[in-house]
């Protein structure tokens, strides 16, 4: 047995190797360490229930029995094309190496870039989530008022926390994402249990789950549905963990692959069993959405003082496992691109701790700009205390649209590098589509143009000021030094399908071997 895994950690460096890697990180991962941390990023105990208000605001009852499963539909569109991208640049830069090597440097750059805008997004949302379901219920137990100061103040311990989690090492981290996984099934399981047999009213008939046309906003019922999407769209995030840790995954061409689509297919599922329970137990709507935080509403008033408190503090711990995971995420893919020079001051961001062998500090920077982006948004409160919009709100959608538009990049350049004949079959995986690629492509792209438009316009516009703003500053970082100094992936020839297939050439000429297989790359 130990043979066959060394042998598979051989061909696995090798396949690194070819891109011009070499193997820094403890590669210990197997395939469900890979899932789980895609899995506990997605949080269905996260993102499925820190937004449940804005979804049941929009969309009413309608959002969980009809949005769910129509962002899941699109969102494993999305994943089986991510997945099989991976499978053929196993790589920890992921979309911003797959964009590199399908096209060239600079979109590689720019993807890189609009990923960490979505990361930084995704970790302050997740963390700040557990925040808010944290502070009130330690405020019940120390007895102070929870305010958006103490909110704070627990984000930044939460975020600490997961600094130093992750510094210490993958080893421990992999085992927390296993339990993680387990945690998230056992728990929402539990709170479907609970609700079916111990609410104190009656569940609502199945039919509820599914009724439209009622709102609790001052929109139409059709906008505002769309706008209650961003519930289940920011649920779907973060799946691309299973690529940025690839090269701590042993067998990564087949195990992160797998980690990505199956990932988002639990979720969906055990996601939408919980918010049909949850739905359900609903008594009174408008009361909920009008409450401080639907979710402990609905909880509380379904289950009770004491057994409600008890379900919140263990949804809350698994907030704090989603966001682990994603500081592990984040931090691979800042130490991927900085160890090709693409960020300010890379050196240190590319560093590997010699005693813990991670990437220590790349974690605490993740740290630093994900606490940045809600400190901004606090000191923008207290300038204006009339803002209207949701801190959460405005950071889940800002890392909606920074990932999404990322993982859109290297999906539709992989169809430009088809077209040009530079990507052809035999540069995929072992994990692919098929004939299924291309429309499965196609589908993904119009996704995520729709629902990134849905994400900026009102009441989310302060998200699209946030894109234009960070996308103002990379184009001016661009123009005033990366697009002559940033030399692209460390790849065998550094840019593009039409250098790596010259190579190939090349090596086929000198060893008489045909390149039948997509680990010729």
Not at 207 to 234: C, H, M, N, R
């Amino acid at each position: 047995m130990n043979q066959i895994k060394d042998e598979q950690l051989l061909q696995d460096k090798k396949d690194l190797n070819k891109f011009g890697y070499a193997q820094e990180l403890l590669r210990s991962m197997g395939g469900f360490s890979n899932f789980a941390i895609s899995f506990s990023i997605i949080s269905i105990l996260t993102g499925a229930v820190s937004l449940y208000g804005h979804g049941l605001t929009y969309g009413g009852p309608g959002m969980m029995g009809y949005g769910w499963p129509l962002v899941a539909l699109f969102v494993l569109l999305i994943a089986a094309a991510l997945a099989e991208l991976a499978s053929a640049i196993p790589t920890a830069g992921a979309l911003y190496h797959w964009a590199s090597v399908l096209a060239n440097k600079r979109w590689g750059w720019y993807t890189a870039w609009i990923n960490l805008i979505g990361q930084i997004g995704i970790v302050a949302g997740i963390d700040y989530s557990a925040a808010l379901f944290a502070d009130p219920l330690l405020s019940d137990v120390f007895g102070y008022t929870s305010t958006d100061t103490t909110i704070l103040i627990t984000f930044i311990v939460i975020l600490l926390t997961h600094g130093i989690c992750n510094h210490v090492g993958i080893r421990m981290v992999a085992r927390l994402n296993d339990f993680s996984a387990w945690y998230h099934i056992v728990i929402a399981a539990g709170l479907v249990v609970t609700l079916a047999l111990f609410t104190k009213s009656d569940l609502q008939p199945v039919s509820y789950l599914f009724k439209v046309g009622e709102t609790f906003s001052d929109k139409p019922y059709a906008f505002a549905f769309l706008i209650g999407l961003l519930q289940a769209q920011w649920t779907f995030t973060g799946y691309d963990a299973s690529a940025h840790t690839i090269e701590e995954t042993v067998n990564p061409r087949i195990r992160a692959p797998w980690g990505i689509f199956t990932s988002v297919a639990y979720s969906f599922v055990f996601g939408f069993i919980m918010l049909a329970f949850v739905t359900l137990s609903i008594q009174d709507a408008g009361a909920a959405t009008a409450a401080d935080n639907a979710f402990i509403y609905v909880i509380s008033e379904a289950l009770g003082g004491t057994f409600g408190k008890i379900v919140l503090w263990l949804i809350t711990l698994a907030m704090w496992f989603c966001g682990l995971s994603s500081i592990t995420s984040f931090s691979r893919m800042m130490y991927a691109f900085s160890r090709d020079k693409g960020m300010p001051l890379s050196r240190h961001w590319a560093e590997i701790s010699k005693k813990y062998r991670t990437p220590a500090k790349a974690i605490w920077l993740s740290v630093a700009l994900s606490f940045l982006l809600a400190f901004i948004d606090y000191m923008i409160k207290i300038i204006n205390p009339d803002a209207t919009y949701g801190t959460l709100v405005f950071l889940t959608a800002v890392s909606v649209v920074g990932l999404y538009v990322a993982y859109g990049i290297p999906i539709f350049l992989k169809l430009l590098a088809q077209r040009k004949g530079l990507f052809q079959p035999k540069h995929l995986g072992p994990w692919n589509l098929g004939k299924y690629s291309n429309i499965v492509a196609v589908l993904s792209l119009v996704w995520i143009v729709f629902i990134s438009v849905i994400m900026m316009i009102p009441p989310n516009q302060n998200a699209a000021y946030a894109m234009l703003g960070m996308m103002l500053i990379l184009v001016i970082m661009d123009f005033s030094y990366y697009r002559k100094h940033f030399e692209g992936p460390q790849a065998a020839l550094r840019t593009s399908m039409a250098d790596l297939q010259r190579r190939e050439q090349e090596l086929e000429l000198s060893s008489g071997q045909g390149t039948g297989s997509a680990t010729t790359l």
